[in-house]
């Protein structure tokens, strides 16, 4: 998705001193996914990790991940590897893939790479005039600067709620930047329902 040189404000972890970040973006990394493990009763975040954490170590680089805990400045890193803006929904928004993409992981090399920092292409928000993804959340969880997760998550318990649950967030599907790159309704509904677990008990890992 990018990668970039950090210096010490950066905070990458294990003395790196090259970052490149993994990520998806559309529905065909969680096709693997559904392929290899059973979504029943697997986790995405597991899989991951067994995954990335391979390929880290064919390449003799450290493998972080955005759920390691504490956490990580994934979205900070994103802006220092231009992979990607800032939405008023507050997530990555990518000039292609639009909201329709994740960080899975940061590979961390200790020696740096002779690459260009990639062009972070043009904001696709601030031509949107519209902006229908702050109109469209039915319990306006979204204000452009702040998130209403506890008004979300109790959206998602009630029969009102089903339409989040069973295509993806309202105010997600709304955009039209990287409509192509849409999810899947079944793994929209995957990580919908991950989301409403992680809320009814917040100690476990549901994803």
């Excluded at 260009?116 to 043009?122: E, F, M, N, T």
């Excluded at 600067?145 to 295509?167: I, N, Q």
């Excluded at 079944?186 to 100690?203: E, K, L």
Aim: hydrophobic letters at 45%.
């Amino acid at each position: 998705m990018g990668w970039f040189e950090p210096g010490a404000a950066d905070a990458v972890p294990h003395d790196a001193r090259f970052v490149i970040l993994v990520g998806n973006a559309g529905p065909e990394m969680f096709r693997r996914f559904a392929l290899e493990r059973d979504h029943r009763t697997a986790k995405i975040d597991d899989w991951t990790r067994d995954v990335l954490s391979g390929l880290a170590d064919d390449l003799s680089a450290k493998a972080v991940f955005p759920f390691d805990t504490p956490p990580l400045p994934f979205l900070t890193w994103a802006r220092r590897a231009r992979a990607g803006h800032v939405s008023p929904l507050g997530l990555n928004i990518h000039p292609t893939y639009g909201l329709w993409h994740a960080f899975r992981a940061a590979l961390l090399f200790p020696a740096a790479f002779d690459l260009p920092l990639q062009s972070a292409g043009a904001h696709p928000c601030e031509t949107c005039a519209d902006k229908p993804c702050l109109s469209a959340c039915p319990v306006h969880a979204f204000n452009g600067s702040s998130y209403d997760v506890a008004a979300c998550a109790a959206h998602l318990e009630t029969p009102a709620g089903e339409d989040c649950m069973s295509g993806g967030c309202l105010a997600r599907r709304a955009c039209p930047v990287g409509r192509e790159f849409t999810y899947h309704p079944f793994q929209a509904h995957f990580f919908m329902r991950a989301f409403r677990a992680a809320r009814r008990n917040p100690a476990g890992n549901a994803a």
